[in-house]
Protein backbone atom coordinates (compact mmCIF):
# COMPACT_ATOMS: atom_id res chain seq x y z
CA UNK A 1 0.00 0.00 0.00
CA UNK A 2 0.98 3.31 -0.86
CA UNK A 3 -0.18 6.74 0.85
CA UNK A 4 0.65 10.17 0.71
CA UNK A 5 0.28 12.65 4.32
CA UNK A 6 -0.03 16.36 3.52
CA UNK A 7 0.30 19.03 5.74
CA UNK A 8 2.82 17.32 7.76
CA UNK A 9 3.90 19.49 11.11
CA UNK A 10 7.48 19.23 12.70
CA UNK A 11 5.34 18.49 16.09
CA UNK A 12 3.96 15.20 14.41
CA UNK A 13 7.16 13.70 12.63
CA UNK A 14 7.34 11.64 15.56
CA UNK A 15 4.14 9.92 15.71
CA UNK A 16 4.40 9.35 12.10
CA UNK A 17 7.72 7.68 12.40
CA UNK A 18 6.24 5.25 15.29
CA UNK A 19 2.90 4.67 13.56
CA UNK A 20 5.60 3.78 10.19
CA UNK A 21 7.84 1.26 13.04
CA UNK A 22 4.26 -0.75 13.29
CA UNK A 23 3.37 -0.41 9.85
CA UNK A 24 6.82 -1.36 7.81
CA UNK A 25 4.77 -2.58 4.97
CA UNK A 26 3.31 0.61 3.98
CA UNK A 27 5.01 3.32 1.79
CA UNK A 28 4.26 6.89 3.29
CA UNK A 29 5.37 9.88 1.65
CA UNK A 30 5.73 13.24 3.54
CA UNK A 31 4.74 16.46 2.00
CA UNK A 32 5.34 19.38 4.62
CA UNK A 33 2.79 21.13 2.28
CA UNK A 34 -0.73 22.54 2.24
CA UNK A 35 -2.83 20.01 -0.66
CA UNK A 36 -3.36 21.98 -3.62
CA UNK A 37 -3.88 21.68 -7.41
CA UNK A 38 0.21 23.06 -7.47
CA UNK A 39 1.12 20.02 -4.88
CA UNK A 40 -1.41 17.50 -5.75
CA UNK A 41 0.20 17.89 -9.75
CA UNK A 42 3.53 16.56 -8.84
CA UNK A 43 2.11 13.42 -7.59
CA UNK A 44 2.98 10.82 -9.61
CA UNK A 45 0.16 7.62 -10.06
CA UNK A 46 0.34 4.47 -7.86
CA UNK A 47 -1.10 6.08 -4.52
CA UNK A 48 -4.25 4.36 -2.76
CA UNK A 49 -4.36 6.64 0.34
CA UNK A 50 -4.20 10.46 1.29
CA UNK A 51 -4.36 11.66 5.09
CA UNK A 52 -4.63 15.35 5.17
CA UNK A 53 -4.80 17.93 7.97
CA UNK A 54 -5.75 21.06 5.56
CA UNK A 55 -6.78 24.23 7.53
CA UNK A 56 -7.27 25.77 3.51
CA UNK A 57 -10.01 24.43 1.17
CA UNK A 58 -8.56 21.79 -0.97
CA UNK A 59 -9.43 23.18 -4.59
CA UNK A 60 -11.66 20.53 -7.08
CA UNK A 61 -8.58 20.35 -9.37
CA UNK A 62 -6.83 18.74 -6.66
CA UNK A 63 -9.49 16.37 -5.66
CA UNK A 64 -9.77 14.98 -9.40
CA UNK A 65 -5.85 15.12 -9.90
CA UNK A 66 -6.50 12.16 -6.47
CA UNK A 67 -8.65 10.24 -8.23
CA UNK A 68 -6.37 10.37 -11.16
CA UNK A 69 -2.93 8.86 -9.19
CA UNK A 70 -5.39 5.79 -7.64
CA UNK A 71 -6.50 7.53 -4.39
CA UNK A 72 -9.60 5.19 -2.65
CA UNK A 73 -9.46 6.36 0.30
CA UNK A 74 -9.09 10.25 2.17
CA UNK A 75 -8.41 10.86 5.70
CA UNK A 76 -8.56 13.87 8.34
CA UNK A 77 -6.39 14.10 11.24
CA UNK A 78 -8.85 15.64 13.13
CA UNK A 79 -12.68 15.25 14.17
CA UNK A 80 -13.92 18.62 12.40
CA UNK A 81 -14.58 18.07 7.90
CA UNK A 82 -16.45 21.02 7.20
CA UNK A 83 -13.94 22.13 5.07
CA UNK A 84 -13.87 19.03 2.85
CA UNK A 85 -15.73 18.73 -0.68
CA UNK A 86 -17.52 15.71 0.61
CA UNK A 87 -19.64 15.82 -2.36
CA UNK A 88 -17.24 15.60 -4.76
CA UNK A 89 -15.11 12.59 -2.98
CA UNK A 90 -18.64 10.56 -3.14
CA UNK A 91 -18.61 11.32 -6.95
CA UNK A 92 -15.65 10.58 -7.56
CA UNK A 93 -15.52 7.46 -5.18
CA UNK A 94 -13.29 7.95 -2.59
CA UNK A 95 -14.08 6.86 0.81
CA UNK A 96 -13.80 9.51 3.66
CA UNK A 97 -12.27 9.04 7.45
CA UNK A 98 -11.99 11.41 10.20
CA UNK A 99 -10.87 11.07 13.95
CA UNK A 100 -14.32 11.88 15.93
CA UNK A 101 -12.67 11.01 19.49
CA UNK A 102 -8.96 11.49 20.26
CA UNK A 103 -8.53 13.05 23.07
CA UNK A 104 -11.43 14.19 25.48
CA UNK A 105 -8.80 14.63 28.01
CA UNK A 106 -6.40 16.54 26.55
CA UNK A 107 -9.03 19.51 26.00
CA UNK A 108 -10.91 19.67 29.54
CA UNK A 109 -7.94 19.47 31.24
CA UNK A 110 -6.98 22.54 29.39
CA UNK A 111 -10.35 24.02 29.68
CA UNK A 112 -9.94 23.35 33.64
CA UNK A 113 -6.51 24.56 34.27
CA UNK A 114 -7.61 27.99 32.09
CA UNK A 115 -10.45 28.55 34.74
CA UNK A 116 -8.15 27.60 37.58
CA UNK A 117 -5.73 30.06 36.26
CA UNK A 118 -8.41 32.98 36.96
CA UNK A 119 -10.11 31.02 39.69
CA UNK A 120 -6.99 31.50 41.67
CA UNK A 121 -6.17 35.00 40.57
CA UNK A 122 -2.67 33.85 39.16
CA UNK A 123 -3.35 36.19 36.48
CA UNK A 124 -2.83 39.19 39.19
CA UNK A 125 -0.31 37.42 41.20
CA UNK A 126 1.96 36.86 37.96
CA UNK A 127 1.20 40.63 37.12
CA UNK A 128 2.02 41.91 41.03
CA UNK A 129 5.19 39.91 41.23
CA UNK A 130 6.69 41.00 37.67
CA UNK A 131 6.22 44.70 39.40
CA UNK A 132 7.79 43.44 42.20
CA UNK A 133 4.75 44.00 44.27
CA UNK A 134 4.66 40.94 46.86
CA UNK A 135 1.80 42.13 49.05
CA UNK A 136 -1.13 40.51 50.55
CA UNK A 137 -4.13 42.06 49.38
CA UNK A 138 -8.00 41.88 48.67
CA UNK A 139 -7.23 41.37 44.85
CA UNK A 140 -5.43 37.83 45.08
CA UNK A 141 -7.68 37.17 47.78
CA UNK A 142 -9.13 33.96 45.95
CA UNK A 143 -12.14 31.83 46.60
CA UNK A 144 -12.11 28.11 46.66
CA UNK A 145 -13.41 26.84 43.96
CA UNK A 146 -15.34 24.14 45.99
CA UNK A 147 -17.63 27.01 47.00
CA UNK A 148 -18.41 27.50 43.32
CA UNK A 149 -20.93 26.66 40.77
CA UNK A 150 -19.27 25.06 37.58
CA UNK A 151 -21.79 25.16 34.04
CA UNK A 152 -21.05 23.13 31.39
CA UNK A 153 -23.00 24.16 28.14
CA UNK A 154 -22.37 20.41 25.55
CA UNK A 155 -22.15 17.43 27.47
CA UNK A 156 -20.91 15.33 25.37
CA UNK A 157 -17.21 13.45 25.09
CA UNK A 158 -15.42 16.77 26.42
CA UNK A 159 -17.73 18.56 28.50
CA UNK A 160 -18.45 15.34 30.64
CA UNK A 161 -14.73 14.88 31.12
CA UNK A 162 -14.35 18.41 32.36
CA UNK A 163 -17.26 18.69 34.27
CA UNK A 164 -15.68 15.55 36.02
CA UNK A 165 -12.68 16.87 36.63
CA UNK A 166 -14.49 20.11 38.16
CA UNK A 167 -16.59 17.56 40.41
CA UNK A 168 -13.37 16.13 41.43
CA UNK A 169 -12.55 19.71 43.34
CA UNK A 170 -16.19 19.40 45.38
CA UNK A 171 -17.69 22.13 43.43
CA UNK A 172 -20.94 21.99 42.59
CA UNK A 173 -21.88 21.39 38.82
CA UNK A 174 -24.75 21.70 36.64
CA UNK A 175 -24.98 21.24 32.94
CA UNK A 176 -27.12 22.01 29.83
CA UNK A 177 -27.38 20.24 26.58
CA UNK A 178 -30.17 20.03 23.52
CA UNK A 179 -29.93 16.11 24.37
CA UNK A 180 -29.49 15.84 28.10
CA UNK A 181 -27.24 12.29 28.72
CA UNK A 182 -27.89 10.00 31.53
CA UNK A 183 -25.30 8.90 32.06
CA UNK A 184 -23.79 12.46 33.09
CA UNK A 185 -26.42 13.01 35.68
CA UNK A 186 -24.06 11.26 38.84
CA UNK A 187 -21.85 14.23 37.93
CA UNK A 188 -24.00 17.09 37.22
CA UNK A 189 -27.12 18.24 37.70
CA UNK A 190 -29.15 19.68 33.83
CA UNK A 191 -30.82 23.04 33.90
CA UNK A 192 -33.46 23.84 31.94
CA UNK A 193 -32.08 26.53 29.55
CA UNK A 194 -28.55 28.25 29.38
CA UNK A 195 -30.31 31.52 30.47
CA UNK A 196 -30.54 29.69 33.63
CA UNK A 197 -27.43 28.08 33.54
CA UNK A 198 -25.78 31.53 33.27
CA UNK A 199 -27.29 33.15 35.91
CA UNK A 200 -26.21 30.35 38.06
CA UNK A 201 -22.83 29.86 37.22
CA UNK A 202 -18.97 31.25 38.62
CA UNK A 203 -17.46 29.41 35.74
CA UNK A 204 -18.39 28.74 31.86
CA UNK A 205 -17.11 26.30 30.32
CA UNK A 206 -18.60 25.47 26.44
CA UNK A 207 -18.58 22.60 24.89
CA UNK A 208 -20.70 22.46 21.78
CA UNK A 209 -20.21 22.19 17.81
CA UNK A 210 -21.05 25.48 16.49
CA UNK A 211 -24.50 24.91 14.71
CA UNK A 212 -26.52 27.72 13.19
CA UNK A 213 -28.43 28.25 16.42
CA UNK A 214 -25.96 28.77 18.56
CA UNK A 215 -23.83 31.74 16.39
CA UNK A 216 -22.86 34.27 18.86
CA UNK A 217 -24.97 32.18 21.84
CA UNK A 218 -22.41 34.74 24.09
CA UNK A 219 -24.05 38.00 23.39
CA UNK A 220 -24.68 41.04 25.23
CA UNK A 221 -27.87 40.19 26.47
CA UNK A 222 -26.25 36.90 27.96
CA UNK A 223 -23.52 38.83 29.51
CA UNK A 224 -26.00 41.11 31.31
CA UNK A 225 -27.75 37.85 32.87
CA UNK A 226 -23.96 36.82 34.51
CA UNK A 227 -22.72 36.91 37.42
CA UNK A 228 -20.06 39.82 37.90
CA UNK A 229 -17.61 37.40 38.60
CA UNK A 230 -18.49 35.18 36.06
CA UNK A 231 -14.89 33.21 34.51
CA UNK A 232 -15.75 31.86 30.77
CA UNK A 233 -14.21 29.28 29.38
CA UNK A 234 -14.10 28.71 25.42
CA UNK A 235 -12.52 25.75 24.39
CA UNK A 236 -15.20 24.89 21.71
CA UNK A 237 -16.07 26.86 18.73
CA UNK A 238 -15.46 30.83 18.10
CA UNK A 239 -18.53 31.28 16.80
CA UNK A 240 -20.08 30.69 20.21
CA UNK A 241 -19.44 33.91 21.21
CA UNK A 242 -19.42 37.36 20.13
CA UNK A 243 -16.37 38.48 20.61
CA UNK A 244 -17.24 42.41 20.80
CA UNK A 245 -20.03 41.81 23.23
CA UNK A 246 -17.09 39.76 25.30
CA UNK A 247 -14.61 42.32 25.49
CA UNK A 248 -17.20 44.84 26.43
CA UNK A 249 -18.77 43.07 29.15
CA UNK A 250 -14.84 42.76 30.53
CA UNK A 251 -14.40 46.33 30.81
CA UNK A 252 -17.54 47.26 32.15
CA UNK A 253 -16.71 44.62 35.14
CA UNK A 254 -20.26 42.73 34.00
CA UNK A 255 -18.00 39.26 34.16
CA UNK A 256 -14.73 38.71 35.98
CA UNK A 257 -12.57 37.07 32.78
CA UNK A 258 -11.99 34.82 29.67
CA UNK A 259 -10.03 32.12 28.63
CA UNK A 260 -10.58 31.99 24.98
CA UNK A 261 -8.87 29.30 23.14
CA UNK A 262 -11.03 29.42 20.10
CA UNK A 263 -11.72 32.78 18.27
CA UNK A 264 -14.27 33.10 15.46
CA UNK A 265 -11.93 34.69 12.95
CA UNK A 266 -8.92 32.43 13.78
CA UNK A 267 -8.06 31.33 10.45
CA UNK A 268 -5.27 33.60 9.30
CA UNK A 269 -3.20 32.90 12.65
CA UNK A 270 -3.70 29.58 13.64
CA UNK A 271 -0.01 27.45 13.83
CA UNK A 272 1.36 30.81 12.14
CA UNK A 273 4.28 33.27 13.35
CA UNK A 274 2.90 36.61 12.80
CA UNK A 275 4.25 39.89 13.82
CA UNK A 276 1.58 41.74 15.98
CA UNK A 277 1.73 45.09 13.93
CA UNK A 278 0.62 43.03 10.92
CA UNK A 279 -2.75 42.23 12.78
CA UNK A 280 -5.66 44.29 11.04
CA UNK A 281 -8.55 42.64 12.98
CA UNK A 282 -9.15 45.43 16.05
CA UNK A 283 -11.51 42.81 17.98
CA UNK A 284 -8.29 40.30 18.07
CA UNK A 285 -5.72 42.85 19.11
CA UNK A 286 -8.47 44.13 21.81
CA UNK A 287 -8.97 40.36 22.94
CA UNK A 288 -4.60 39.65 22.81
CA UNK A 289 -3.50 42.70 24.96
CA UNK A 290 -7.16 42.72 27.57
CA UNK A 291 -5.40 41.97 31.18
CA UNK A 292 -8.31 39.72 32.10
CA UNK A 293 -8.26 37.31 28.84
CA UNK A 294 -6.17 34.07 28.58
CA UNK A 295 -6.07 33.66 24.71
CA UNK A 296 -4.22 30.69 23.17
CA UNK A 297 -4.19 29.78 19.68
CA UNK A 298 -6.62 26.35 19.24
CA UNK A 299 -4.10 24.62 21.57
CA UNK A 300 -6.24 23.05 23.64
CA UNK A 301 -5.99 19.77 22.22
CA UNK A 302 -2.34 19.55 21.95
CA UNK A 303 -0.92 16.56 23.81
CA UNK A 304 1.08 13.75 22.92
CA UNK A 305 -1.20 11.33 23.30
CA UNK A 306 -4.17 13.14 21.08
CA UNK A 307 -1.48 14.01 18.20
CA UNK A 308 -0.73 10.22 18.59
CA UNK A 309 -4.58 9.30 18.41
CA UNK A 310 -5.26 11.95 15.39
CA UNK A 311 -2.04 10.79 12.98
CA UNK A 312 -2.32 6.88 13.80
CA UNK A 313 -6.37 6.29 13.55
CA UNK A 314 -5.94 8.55 10.97
CA UNK A 315 -3.85 6.54 9.08
CA UNK A 316 -4.88 3.55 10.35
CA UNK A 317 -8.39 4.01 9.01
CA UNK A 318 -7.03 3.93 5.88
CA UNK A 319 -5.07 1.05 5.95
CA UNK A 320 -7.86 -1.33 7.47
CA UNK A 321 -10.72 0.28 4.72
CA UNK A 322 -8.32 -0.92 2.23
CA UNK A 323 -8.00 -4.23 3.37
CA UNK A 324 -11.57 -4.48 3.88
CA UNK A 325 -12.37 -4.15 7.24
CA UNK A 326 -15.15 -1.99 8.43
CA UNK A 327 -14.26 1.52 10.29
CA UNK A 328 -15.77 3.21 13.10
CA UNK A 329 -14.24 6.50 12.10
CA UNK A 330 -15.20 6.46 8.46
CA UNK A 331 -18.00 8.65 7.78
CA UNK A 332 -20.58 6.89 5.23
CA UNK A 333 -21.09 9.77 2.33
CA UNK A 334 -24.73 9.82 1.48
P1 LIG B 1 -19.68 15.83 21.26
O1 LIG B 1 -20.40 15.72 19.96
O2 LIG B 1 -19.23 14.62 21.98
O3 LIG B 1 -20.59 16.69 22.27
C1 LIG B 1 -21.24 17.88 21.91
C2 LIG B 1 -22.48 18.02 22.78
O4 LIG B 1 -23.06 19.31 22.49
C3 LIG B 1 -23.56 16.97 22.52
O5 LIG B 1 -23.96 16.39 23.75
C4 LIG B 1 -24.69 17.78 21.87
O6 LIG B 1 -25.99 17.27 22.20
C5 LIG B 1 -24.48 19.14 22.47
N1 LIG B 1 -25.04 20.26 21.70
C6 LIG B 1 -25.04 20.44 20.36
N2 LIG B 1 -25.61 21.62 20.05
C7 LIG B 1 -25.97 22.20 21.23
C8 LIG B 1 -26.61 23.41 21.58
N3 LIG B 1 -26.98 24.31 20.63
N4 LIG B 1 -26.84 23.67 22.89
C9 LIG B 1 -26.47 22.77 23.83
N5 LIG B 1 -25.88 21.60 23.57
C10 LIG B 1 -25.63 21.31 22.28
O7 LIG B 1 -18.46 16.84 20.94
P2 LIG B 1 -17.06 16.91 21.72
O8 LIG B 1 -16.11 15.93 21.10
O9 LIG B 1 -17.32 16.87 23.18
O10 LIG B 1 -16.57 18.37 21.26
C11 LIG B 1 -17.09 19.55 21.86
C12 LIG B 1 -16.50 20.79 21.20
O11 LIG B 1 -15.06 20.84 21.38
C13 LIG B 1 -16.71 20.88 19.68
O12 LIG B 1 -17.08 22.21 19.36
C14 LIG B 1 -15.34 20.63 19.10
O13 LIG B 1 -15.19 21.25 17.85
C15 LIG B 1 -14.46 21.27 20.16
N6 LIG B 1 -13.05 20.83 20.14
C16 LIG B 1 -12.09 21.75 20.43
C17 LIG B 1 -10.74 21.40 20.43
C18 LIG B 1 -9.65 22.38 20.78
O14 LIG B 1 -8.47 22.07 20.61
N7 LIG B 1 -9.97 23.56 21.28
C19 LIG B 1 -10.39 20.08 20.12
C20 LIG B 1 -11.40 19.14 19.87
C21 LIG B 1 -12.74 19.52 19.89
Redesign the pocket.
Known sequence: MKFILFNAREDEAGVIASYQEKHPEIELDIYYEDLTEETMSHIKKGYDGIIVAQVIEIPEAAYRLMKEVGIKVFATRS??FDMYNLKLLKELGIRFVRV??YS?FA?SEFAFASAMYFSRDIDIIQHNVRAGDFILKDAITSTEIRDKTVGI???????RQTAQLFKNTGANVIG????P?KGAEDILTYVAS?EELVEQSDIISL?????E??YHLFNKALFERAKNNLILVN???GSLVDTEALLDALDSHQIRAAAI??YEFEGPYINKKVALEDITDEVFLRLLKHDRVFYSP?????TNTALENLVHIAIDGVRRILLGEEVEEELILD
Request: no cysteine.
Open positions: AGPVPIIGTGHIGYDLYNVHTPATENTARDTHVAFH
